[in-house]
């Protein structure tokens, strides 16, 4: 098997399929590094450049959370179904599934950086390091942050959203129209976008129940059973190195990521310039070198604490 081979499938998640990709072997010296998506209710797709780490030596497990892309989907179900704890509980099972809990590392993008906050916060055993990449620490501090980006937008636009908006008529090609010219500007600065960003674009709208559910008809206008949903009171508990990311011109805004810098015990932030909410595609090479240098530190710190261990079994014995 080389370095880089790929393995796909999907594990059982409370009568359900979870679907994933693996690529690369696992090497005894580095953890898994395990990506976790955004949305709620996008796909793995706009993440599938992180499999350059495999390259590396390191194996990187990608997913697609449960009601998108390659899992299970389920239109029918309402909102008491789709929750934070349902998607923590789905990223716990797949850890075990896959055989990885024991030494890996979490890359969340947006919502996923909520998500694997949340999961650190619990103090996970196997848990080496962990990567907040453009992700609020709370909805409130989103929707805050919204209002700010949304009255800053080109005269007129922010009028048709609100009318819309308020309206109900947000599936109309106007708004569609209005809401890309904030897309544009704060999710991904890049024309045309790119493929694999597109990809996730078009799985999230072919089946947009779990995004509408949980979020609403937009980034901006979050009215789903997120709303009010965050991290912070969280964030003070999660013991393991964390790297936070995000865009100069990022919708994920300063003051919506600060606290995970502030309330993460040594957290250190760093900011793409010219990126907006997807850095891992508008500065790639800068995004490599900065995510490779801190899973070396990872790796160093593993191999660091695995010898002492050693050591204190060694002299015990």
């Known amino acids: 098997m080389s370095p880089t081979s790929t393995a796909k499938g999907t594990v059982p998640f409370r009568g359900h399929r979870t679907w994933y990709r693996v690529t690369g072997r696992p090497d005894p010296d580095r953890p898994a590094l395990v990506v976790v998506h955004g949305g709620p209710g996008a796909t793995h797709d706009y993440l599938l450049g992180l499999t350059a780490f495999a390259e590396r030596g390191w194996q990187v497990v990608h997913y697609d959370q449960l009601g998108n892309g390659g899992s299970t989907h389920l239109p029918d179900r309402g ?53 907040v990449a453009n992700a609020p620490a709370s909805y409130r501090l989103w929707l805050d942050e919204m209002a700010v980006l949304r009255a800053a937008l080109p005269p007129g636009v922010d009028e048709t959203l609100r009318r819309h908006e308020a309206a109900g008529t947000t599936g109309s090609e106007e708004y569609i129209d209005a809401m890309m010219v904030f897309y544009k500007r704060h999710v991904c600065r890049l024309d045309p976008w790119p493929g694999e960003y597109m990809a996730t674009f078009m799985e999230t709208h072919s089946d947009p129940t779990v995004y509408r559910t949980m979020n609403g008809p937009s980034e901006f206008h ?29 919708e994920a805004t300063p003051a919506a990521v600060r606290p995970f810098r502030d309330l993460i015990p040594g957290a250190r932030w760093e900011v793409f310039e010219e990126s907006s909410h997807v850095p891992h595609l508008e500065e790639p090479e800068r995004f490599t070198e900065v995510l490779g240098g801190f899973l070396d530190e990872i790796r160093t710190g593993a191999a660091t604490q695995a010898a002492a261990v050693r050591a204190t079994t060694v002299s015990r014995g």
Request: charge should be negative.
């Open 79 to 131: 909102a008491d179904f789709w929750t934070p704890e349902l998607f923590l509980d789905e990223l716990d099972n797949l850890l075990h599934r896959l055989g990885v809990a024991d030494d890996y590392a979490l890359f969340g993008q947006s919502w996923g950086g909520m998500l694997v906050a949340a999961h650190a916060a619990t103090r996970p055993a196997g848990l080496r390091g962990l990567v």
């Open 222 to 250: 979050v009215i789903g059973t997120l709303r009010d949903w965050g991290v912070v009171d969280a964030l003070p508990r999660i013991d393991v190195p964390t790297l936070v990311l995000s865009g100069r011109h990022d």
